[in-house]
Nanobody, 115 residues
Framework: QVRLVESGGDLVQAGGSLRLSCAAS????????MGWYRHAPGKQRELVAD???????TYADSVKGRFTISRDNAKNTVFLQMNSLKPEDTAVYYC?????????WGQGTQVTVSS
């Protein structure tokens, strides 16, 4: 079993910054891709960014240039630095990790951006 615990969500004003963290624990042999998804009210869950074990990254067009994903393989942790936040970034942010071909999800952390 793999457990993912997110932290860092908060209420912030537009233009502000937040840093999300997600730590994986449990029966981890090797974590491949780790990523962040978000789910806003009335919308489908969407990929925000992900990063392979080797460091290759993918970003949603809406966050390119504002968000940066990084990871610490030794600590099984992934981060999401979010700058220039906009009200439309408001959502529950979920951490995702692929372990031995299976996806695992965290419980989510709320990010609210006020205008």
């Amino acid at each position: 079993q793999v457990r993912l615990v997110e932290s860092g969500g908060d209420l912030v004003q537009a233009g502000g910054s937040l840093r999300l963290s997600c730590a994986a624990s449990g029966s981890i042999f090797r974590i491949n891709t780790m990523g962040w998804y978000r789910h806003a009210p009335g919308k489908q869950r969407e990929l925000v960014a992900d990063i392979t074990r080797g460091g290759s990254t993918t970003y949603a067009d809406s966050v390119k240039g504002r968000f940066t994903i990084s990871r610490d393989n030794a600590k099984n942790t992934v981060f999401l630095q979010m700058n220039s936040l906009k009200p439309e970034d408001t959502a529950v942010y979920y951490c995702n990790a692929e372990v031995m071909g299976r996806p695992y999800w965290g419980q989510g952390t709320q990010v609210t951006v006020s205008s």
